[in-house]
């Protein structure tokens, strides 16, 4: 199914992942790389796994069998913030925000990734010129650098997706993970919001992206890793694999029709 | 004089108590309800330390150091869970103490320590001193919030999920606040042994850890002026007073109580309500 052979080694492989809960199989087994600079879409209808797949990336759940690799490096026994610092950065779906600070402060507190890393050197930091700068520009990344000294409470949603995005960029990470983005957002920003994940990619950030909006996904990404119960179904071209009968018939049975034929 | 000697001295002693718990509770979250055991363990240091001969500045840091010591051991069994597990670790941790205490013929038992050596100060001396050792955690309080390890804490006590998702390891970081807190703690614990020259156990008890929780609570959570305010207010109250000091724990639990439901940002979010307020009435007219 692999379309093509691998001629650099991935920026993250994925080796027969298996996460069971209790006596449930979440994910069976499943494979795929994520190649350097490349924008890959993980769709799948509800259920599938996807969250629980990005979950295992990050760490909040542990797989049962398989491994994750990091530029060859094992990520399954380390915490969240530790992957965090070895080059992963994630986005989440319920965006969460810190909300007595504002949006700029907020990007600048993951761009302070040097002078955090352990208290005792936090203790003698005090200047945060430097970050709020960094933040400021990520904030004009995605678009939202005039809302830099609001505090998230008031904004709305579409704002708070894109900060959430800002702040993940802050970490200057070597993969982006998005959780999500679109959900929750009408056609035209979502049609936006998209447009600049594309831009963001083309600067040079790989990432992976988990989104139930079809069309958009089609859209933007190079490649498609497709999970049904937990397996993977299917990988490739986003024209190709949306083609395949097994991907349609997971869509028509289970999703909304008119969003498998979308392309 | 020597009454107003006292309160002064008794209320230096209980901001740096209170600023204590402020830098666990109030900047980084973390609810303590056996905040006073950490005291206890700076107090029977210093008393002991004192007895066997060391002069008296240097059973400072030695009971800095033991109370913060407990205060990690404490933290590295219970800062990896949620908060509302380590409120009962720390209750139990005070109960612990004091259940030790009273066992302990070294320590004086049930009677206690008494005749503590005098620490060479004089009165006023003792009072001048605490109370630039008040100022000083005060100033290193304000410091710590300026610093990108109160940033760090700010969002800790907010949303600690979301400080892992930005690469913060947390439960190193609670740690590092319990550190401080604790030695704090162990400061005031010292100053209050030779301040009273006669400690027991009961002094270190969990009523005095909800006293001086009520004190950052009222106070306002995490701010270091109000806290300030309510410390030197709250541990006045029982000696002008009396009613107040035969029924403490009705009394501060009943203030912790109202606070929490009525005005959970304590004082300071109170007195920025009425400021608001005052303002808009300002506008309006």
Known sequence: MRTQATSTAPLLAIESVTVRFGGLLAIDGVSFEVREGELLGLIGPNGAGKTTMLRAITGVVRPTQG??????????????DQRIRRGLALSQQLVRPLRTITLQENVAMAAAQAKTVRPLRALFQVSDAQELDLAHRELERVGIAQLAAQKPA???LGVLKRLELARALALKPRLLLLDEPLAGLNSKEAHGLAD???EINRQGVTIVLIEHNLGEVMRICQRLVVLDNGRKIAEGEPQAVMAEPVVRSAYLGADAPEEASHA | MDYEITLLTTMAISV????SLNLITGFCGQISLGHAAFQGVGAYTAAMLGKAGWPFLATLPAAMLLA?????????????????????????????????????DWLGGEMGVSSIPDHGLGRVGFMAFALVLGALVAALSIYIRCTWMGRVFNGIAEDEDTM???GIDVPRYKLAAFAIG????GLSGALLAYHLQFIGAENFGFIES???LSMVVFGGIGSVAWVVIAAALLSALPAWFQVIGDYKLLVYGGLLFLMMRFSPGGMAALAARLIRRGKAREDRA
């Open chain 1, 67 to 80: 491994q994750v690799l990091l530029q060859g490096e094992r990520l399954n026994d380390l915490a969240i």
């Open chain 1, 154 to 156: 008031t904004q709305p």
């Open chain 1, 196 to 198: 600049t994940i594309a």
């Open chain 2, 16 to 19: 740096i108590f209170a600023l």
């Open chain 2, 68 to 104: 913060c010591v407990l205060g990690v051991i404490v933290g590295l069994s219970s800062l990896r869970v949620r908060e509302d597990f380590l409120a009962i670790t720390t209750m139990g941790v005070v109960f612990l103490f004091v259940g030790f205490v009273r066992q302990q």
């Open chain 2, 164 to 166: 892992r998702v930005l």
């Open chain 2, 182 to 185: 604790t030695a704090l703690a």
């Open chain 2, 210 to 212: 909800i006293t001086v």
